[in-house]
T-cell receptor, first 110, second 114 residues
Framework: SQQGEEDPQALSIQEGENATMNCSYK?????LQWYRQNSGRGLVHLIL?????REKHSGRLRVTLDTSKKSSSLLITASRAADTASYFC??????????FGKGTRLSVIA | GAVVSQHPSWVICKSGTSVKIECRSL??????MFWYRQFPKQSLMLMAT?????????EQGVEKDKFLINHASLTLSTLTVTSAHPEDSSFYIC??????????FGPGTRLTVT
C-alpha cells in the first residue's frame, strides 16, 4: 500500500475564495485519488487522475499531478461553506488497501 | 459509478454485547474488501483485509478474535465486534476495490458502546 501526505493540515478561507491543498507520495503510482470526508461521515471519492495525466477538472475541482516531484494538488474554486470537510489523497495499487495521511481540514467561513 | 453500502449506519449497544456490520458492493463483485477504523479527529486506520473464500488478514494490534470478519460472498463482507467495550466506540468504514485503479468506500458505521 502507498501513503499520501496532505499539506497543509488545516486551511481556513472565506466563502468564494479558492482553496489549494497538496499531496506528496513516495513511490511510483498508477493513479492518484482525492477523497472528501465530512465530519463523522464516510469518504466520498472526488476525482481520479492517472499517472499519464497532468491535469484534470471536475466541476469546481482542479487536480494536477507532477510525477517527477511525486506530488499532486487539489484546487477548489469559488469555495462554499458546504466544502468544509477533510480532504485526503490516496494512491491505490491493485487490490491493496489505501493508507491515508491525516488529511487537510478545510474550513470555509460564510 | 460503483457503490458500496454499509449497514447499519449507526448503532448503540451495551458493553459486552456483539455488533455485526455489513459491507456490500452493490454493482460489482469484490473478492477483497478492507475494513478501516477511525477515531475522532484521526485518520482512517486499516484494521483488516477481508478475502472471499479465505481467512481475513489482520493488521498488527487488531485482535482477530474480537473483530470477526466473514466474507460471505463476492458482494458481502461482515465485521462483528464481539464483547464490545466503550473503547471500541469508533467509526468503521469498509472499502472495496473495483480492480486495478479504483476503490470505493462505504458510508461508514458509527458504533457507540455504552
Amino acid at each position: 500500500s502507498q501513503q499520501g501526505e496532505e499539506d497543509p493540515q488545516a486551511l481556513s478561507i472565506q466563502e468564494g475564495e479558492n482553496a489549494t491543498m497538496n499531496c506528496s507520495y513516495k513511490t511510483s503510482i498508477n493513479n492518484l485519488q482525492w477523497y472528501r470526508q465530512n465530519s463523522g461521515r464516510g469518504l466520498v471519492h472526488l476525482i481520479l487522475i492517472r499517472s499519464n495525466e497532468r491535469e484534470k477538472h471536475s466541476g469546481r475541482l482542479r487536480v494536477t499531478l507532477d510525477t517527477s516531484k511525486k506530488s499532486s494538488s487539489l484546487l477548489i474554486t469559488a469555495s462554499r461553506a458546504a466544502d468544509t470537510a477533510s480532504y485526503f489523497c490516496a494512491t491505490p495499487s491493485g487490490n491493496t488497501p489505501l493508507v491515508f495521511g491525516k488529511g487537510t481540514r478545510l474550513s470555509v467561513i460564510a | 459509478g460503483a457503490v458500496v453500502s454499509q449497514h447499519p449506519s449507526w448503532v448503540i449497544c451495551k458493553s459486552g454485547t456483539s455488533v455485526k456490520i455489513e459491507c456490500r458492493s452493490l454493482d460489482f463483485q469484490a473478492t477483497t474488501m478492507f475494513w478501516y477504523r477511525q477515531f475522532p479527529k484521526q485518520s482512517l486506520m486499516l484494521m483488516a483485509t477481508s478475502n472471499e473464500g479465505s481467512k481475513a488478514t489482520y493488521e498488527q494490534g487488531v485482535e482477530k478474535d474480537k473483530f470477526l470478519i466473514n466474507h460471505a460472498s463476492l458482494t458481502l463482507s461482515t465485521l462483528t465486534v464481539t464483547s464490545a467495550h466503550p473503547e471500541d466506540s469508533s467509526f468503521y468504514i469498509c472499502s472495496a476495490p473495483t480492480g486495478v485503479l479504483e476503490q470505493y468506500f462505504g458510508p461508514g458505521t458509527r458504533l457507540t458502546v455504552t
